[in-house]
Protein backbone atom coordinates (compact mmCIF):
# COMPACT_ATOMS: atom_id res chain seq x y z
CA UNK A 1 0.00 0.00 0.00
CA UNK A 2 1.46 3.11 -1.44
CA UNK A 3 0.78 5.45 1.81
CA UNK A 4 1.84 3.06 4.30
CA UNK A 5 5.08 3.18 6.14
CA UNK A 6 6.78 5.09 3.65
CA UNK A 7 9.41 7.50 3.88
CA UNK A 8 8.97 11.04 2.54
CA UNK A 9 11.96 9.89 -0.37
CA UNK A 10 9.92 6.65 -0.95
CA UNK A 11 6.87 8.09 -1.35
CA UNK A 12 8.54 10.95 -4.15
CA UNK A 13 9.94 8.28 -5.81
CA UNK A 14 6.94 6.22 -6.36
CA UNK A 15 5.41 9.64 -7.64
CA UNK A 16 8.22 9.85 -10.10
CA UNK A 17 7.85 6.26 -11.31
CA UNK A 18 3.74 6.72 -11.81
CA UNK A 19 4.82 9.62 -13.99
CA UNK A 20 7.46 8.00 -15.56
CA UNK A 21 7.72 4.30 -15.47
CA UNK A 22 11.44 3.91 -17.13
CA UNK A 23 13.11 6.17 -15.70
CA UNK A 24 16.70 4.96 -14.57
CA UNK A 25 18.31 4.67 -11.45
CA UNK A 26 21.07 7.44 -12.24
CA UNK A 27 18.03 9.76 -13.48
CA UNK A 28 16.30 9.16 -9.80
CA UNK A 29 19.42 9.96 -8.46
CA UNK A 30 20.11 12.95 -9.83
CA UNK A 31 16.50 14.11 -8.96
CA UNK A 32 16.71 13.73 -5.38
CA UNK A 33 19.84 14.80 -4.66
CA UNK A 34 21.32 11.26 -3.64
CA UNK A 35 23.88 8.57 -4.67
CA UNK A 36 22.44 5.70 -6.98
CA UNK A 37 23.53 3.35 -4.37
CA UNK A 38 21.08 4.97 -1.96
CA UNK A 39 18.05 4.67 -4.62
CA UNK A 40 19.08 1.26 -5.24
CA UNK A 41 18.58 0.78 -1.51
CA UNK A 42 15.19 2.90 -1.73
CA UNK A 43 13.70 0.66 -4.28
CA UNK A 44 15.36 -2.65 -2.98
CA UNK A 45 13.02 -1.49 0.17
CA UNK A 46 9.75 -0.39 -1.87
CA UNK A 47 9.65 -3.90 -3.57
CA UNK A 48 9.84 -5.60 0.03
CA UNK A 49 6.73 -3.57 1.10
CA UNK A 50 4.84 -4.18 -2.71
CA UNK A 51 5.13 -0.82 -3.75
CA UNK A 52 6.98 -1.38 -6.53
CA UNK A 53 8.49 -3.98 -8.96
CA UNK A 54 12.08 -4.56 -9.34
CA UNK A 55 13.27 -3.88 -13.38
CA UNK A 56 16.16 -4.67 -15.02
CA UNK A 57 17.93 -0.98 -14.05
CA UNK A 58 14.85 0.64 -12.30
CA UNK A 59 11.53 -0.18 -11.15
CA UNK A 60 7.81 0.17 -11.84
CA UNK A 61 4.80 0.92 -9.69
CA UNK A 62 2.91 -2.56 -8.52
CA UNK A 63 -0.42 -0.26 -8.58
CA UNK A 64 -1.74 1.67 -11.79
CA UNK A 65 -0.57 4.81 -12.20
CA UNK A 66 -4.18 6.80 -11.26
CA UNK A 67 -4.20 4.67 -7.85
CA UNK A 68 -0.89 5.82 -7.32
CA UNK A 69 -1.54 9.51 -8.15
CA UNK A 70 -4.71 9.03 -5.59
CA UNK A 71 -2.93 7.47 -2.76
CA UNK A 72 -0.55 10.42 -2.90
CA UNK A 73 -3.55 13.13 -2.42
CA UNK A 74 -4.43 14.59 0.86
CA UNK A 75 -2.42 11.31 2.62
CA UNK A 76 -3.20 12.82 6.22
CA UNK A 77 -6.73 13.36 5.50
CA UNK A 78 -7.57 9.93 4.25
CA UNK A 79 -6.06 8.55 7.43
CA UNK A 80 -7.72 10.66 10.02
CA UNK A 81 -11.05 9.60 7.80
CA UNK A 82 -10.24 6.11 7.79
CA UNK A 83 -9.13 5.81 11.34
CA UNK A 84 -12.69 7.00 12.35
CA UNK A 85 -14.34 4.76 10.27
CA UNK A 86 -12.71 2.35 11.86
CA UNK A 87 -13.75 3.46 15.43
CA UNK A 88 -17.36 2.65 14.00
CA UNK A 89 -16.50 -1.29 13.92
CA UNK A 90 -16.95 -3.71 16.70
CA UNK A 91 -15.94 -6.10 17.38
CA UNK A 92 -17.71 -9.65 15.84
CA UNK A 93 -19.25 -7.03 13.14
CA UNK A 94 -20.01 -7.83 9.78
CA UNK A 95 -18.95 -4.90 7.31
CA UNK A 96 -19.04 -3.94 3.19
CA UNK A 97 -16.00 -2.10 2.17
CA UNK A 98 -15.98 -0.51 -1.37
CA UNK A 99 -12.97 0.30 -3.24
CA UNK A 100 -11.04 2.67 -3.27
CA UNK A 101 -8.08 4.40 -1.41
CA UNK A 102 -9.91 5.93 1.76
CA UNK A 103 -11.65 3.06 1.83
CA UNK A 104 -8.97 0.96 1.68
CA UNK A 105 -7.24 1.96 4.80
CA UNK A 106 -10.38 1.39 7.11
CA UNK A 107 -8.83 -1.77 6.92
CA UNK A 108 -5.20 -0.87 8.71
CA UNK A 109 -7.12 0.69 11.25
CA UNK A 110 -9.03 -2.47 12.53
CA UNK A 111 -5.76 -3.74 13.81
CA UNK A 112 -6.76 -5.17 17.64
CA UNK A 113 -10.60 -5.62 16.26
CA UNK A 114 -11.94 -8.91 16.56
CA UNK A 115 -13.59 -11.33 14.60
CA UNK A 116 -14.62 -8.97 12.20
CA UNK A 117 -15.79 -10.11 8.51
CA UNK A 118 -15.34 -7.91 5.54
CA UNK A 119 -16.44 -8.41 2.27
CA UNK A 120 -14.99 -6.02 -0.69
CA UNK A 121 -14.77 -5.48 -4.20
CA UNK A 122 -11.40 -3.95 -3.77
CA UNK A 123 -7.67 -5.60 -3.88
CA UNK A 124 -5.86 -2.87 -2.26
CA UNK A 125 -6.84 -4.50 1.45
CA UNK A 126 -5.31 -7.70 0.72
CA UNK A 127 -2.01 -6.58 2.34
CA UNK A 128 -3.81 -5.25 5.68
CA UNK A 129 -5.54 -8.64 6.00
CA UNK A 130 -2.62 -10.79 6.04
CA UNK A 131 -1.60 -8.89 8.93
CA UNK A 132 -4.39 -8.75 10.86
CA UNK A 133 -5.40 -12.08 12.19
CA UNK A 134 -9.22 -10.42 13.73
CA UNK A 135 -10.22 -9.97 10.39
CA UNK A 136 -11.95 -12.38 8.18
CA UNK A 137 -11.73 -11.60 4.47
CA UNK A 138 -14.58 -11.86 1.40
CA UNK A 139 -13.10 -11.05 -1.62
CA UNK A 140 -15.53 -10.53 -4.36
CA UNK A 141 -14.99 -12.26 -8.05
CA UNK A 142 -15.80 -10.37 -11.03
CA UNK A 143 -13.42 -8.40 -13.88
CA UNK A 144 -10.45 -6.99 -12.83
CA UNK A 145 -10.10 -3.12 -13.40
CA UNK A 146 -6.86 -1.97 -12.20
CA UNK A 147 -6.94 1.50 -12.38
CA UNK A 148 -9.42 1.37 -9.29
CA UNK A 149 -7.98 -2.00 -8.14
CA UNK A 150 -11.58 -3.31 -7.83
CA UNK A 151 -13.45 -6.36 -8.91
CA UNK A 152 -16.51 -5.00 -11.05
CA UNK A 153 -19.48 -6.42 -13.17
CA UNK A 154 -22.41 -9.13 -13.10
CA UNK A 155 -20.28 -11.47 -10.73
CA UNK A 156 -19.43 -9.11 -8.39
CA UNK A 157 -22.99 -8.06 -7.93
CA UNK A 158 -24.11 -11.97 -7.87
CA UNK A 159 -21.88 -12.56 -4.89
CA UNK A 160 -22.68 -9.57 -2.95
CA UNK A 161 -26.16 -10.41 -3.51
CA UNK A 162 -25.61 -14.02 -0.87
CA UNK A 163 -24.10 -11.07 2.30
CA UNK A 164 -26.28 -9.32 4.33
CA UNK A 165 -23.76 -6.77 6.84
CA UNK A 166 -24.42 -4.23 9.28
CA UNK A 167 -22.01 -1.20 7.92
CA UNK A 168 -21.17 -0.90 4.04
CA UNK A 169 -18.58 1.84 3.99
CA UNK A 170 -18.47 3.69 0.37
CA UNK A 171 -16.43 6.04 -1.03
CA UNK A 172 -17.63 8.61 -4.19
CA UNK A 173 -16.00 11.21 -6.66
CA UNK A 174 -18.65 14.21 -5.77
CA UNK A 175 -20.99 14.54 -3.83
CA UNK A 176 -23.90 17.03 -2.68
CA UNK A 177 -27.60 17.21 -1.75
CA UNK A 178 -28.44 18.06 -5.02
CA UNK A 179 -26.59 16.01 -7.07
CA UNK A 180 -26.37 13.18 -4.47
CA UNK A 181 -22.98 10.81 -4.66
CA UNK A 182 -21.78 10.35 -8.45
CA UNK A 183 -18.61 8.67 -9.76
CA UNK A 184 -17.39 8.17 -13.12
CA UNK A 185 -17.85 4.48 -13.46
CA UNK A 186 -20.86 2.98 -14.07
CA UNK A 187 -19.52 -0.16 -12.77
CA UNK A 188 -18.29 1.52 -9.88
CA UNK A 189 -21.62 2.72 -9.05
CA UNK A 190 -23.24 -0.57 -9.20
CA UNK A 191 -21.20 -1.44 -6.34
CA UNK A 192 -21.86 1.14 -4.15
CA UNK A 193 -25.59 0.98 -4.61
CA UNK A 194 -25.62 -2.93 -4.07
CA UNK A 195 -23.35 -3.11 -1.03
CA UNK A 196 -25.90 0.49 0.16
CA UNK A 197 -29.06 -2.43 -0.41
CA UNK A 198 -26.95 -5.34 1.69
CA UNK A 199 -26.15 -3.03 4.52
CA UNK A 200 -28.11 -1.80 7.60
CA UNK A 201 -26.49 1.67 7.08
CA UNK A 202 -24.30 3.37 4.73
CA UNK A 203 -21.35 5.41 5.40
CA UNK A 204 -19.73 7.90 3.29
CA UNK A 205 -16.26 8.21 3.75
CA UNK A 206 -14.85 11.12 1.42
CA UNK A 207 -12.64 14.08 2.32
CA UNK A 208 -13.99 17.45 2.12
CA UNK A 209 -12.40 18.20 -1.73
CA UNK A 210 -15.27 16.33 -3.28
CA UNK A 211 -18.56 18.19 -2.06
CA UNK A 212 -19.39 19.82 -5.30
CA UNK A 213 -18.20 18.05 -7.68
CA UNK A 214 -20.76 15.60 -9.48
CA UNK A 215 -19.45 12.90 -11.79
CA UNK A 216 -20.66 11.26 -14.91
CA UNK A 217 -22.74 8.69 -13.26
CA UNK A 218 -25.53 9.08 -10.25
CA UNK A 219 -24.67 6.72 -7.70
CA UNK A 220 -27.00 7.41 -4.70
CA UNK A 221 -29.21 10.55 -3.15
CA UNK A 222 -27.33 11.62 0.11
CA UNK A 223 -30.73 11.23 1.81
CA UNK A 224 -29.49 7.05 1.27
CA UNK A 225 -26.47 8.24 3.00
CA UNK A 226 -26.83 7.75 7.09
CA UNK A 227 -23.20 9.26 8.25
CA UNK A 228 -20.16 10.83 6.45
CA UNK A 229 -17.16 10.62 7.64
CA UNK A 230 -14.95 14.07 6.44
CA UNK A 231 -12.26 16.18 7.17
CA UNK A 232 -12.25 20.00 9.03
CA UNK A 233 -12.49 22.08 5.67
CA UNK A 234 -16.29 21.12 4.98
CA UNK A 235 -17.95 24.48 4.37
CA UNK A 236 -20.80 25.37 7.27
CA UNK A 237 -23.17 26.02 4.35
CA UNK A 238 -22.51 22.28 3.16
CA UNK A 239 -23.05 20.98 6.68
CA UNK A 240 -25.99 22.36 6.78
CA UNK A 241 -27.80 21.03 3.58
CA UNK A 242 -25.98 17.45 4.41
CA UNK A 243 -28.08 17.64 7.75
CA UNK A 244 -31.23 18.70 6.44
CA UNK A 245 -30.92 15.63 4.24
CA UNK A 246 -30.55 13.10 7.31
CA UNK A 247 -26.80 12.59 7.60
CA UNK A 248 -25.23 12.34 10.28
CA UNK A 249 -21.77 14.50 9.74
CA UNK A 250 -18.29 13.09 11.90
CA UNK A 251 -15.77 15.30 10.65
CA UNK A 252 -11.63 14.78 12.13
Known amino acids: MVNTNLTEREREIVRILAEDRGIPVSKLSEQLGVSAVTIRSDLNNLAKKGVVVRTRGGAAPAFHPNVVVRQNLRVEEKNRIAQAAADLVDDGDTIMIEAGTTTSLIAKFLL ?3 FVNIVTNSSLILPFARLNPGIHLTVVG ?4 PATESFVGPIAL ?3 ERFHVRLAFVGT ?3 SKGGGLTTHLVEGAEIVRKMAERSESTIL ?4 SKFGKI ?5 LPVQEVKTLITDGDLPASAQVELREAGVDIIQV
Open 158 to 160: QEL
Open 173 to 175: DGF
Open 205 to 208: VADS
Open 142 to 145: GEFR
Open 215 to 219: GFVHV
Open 112 to 114: GKR
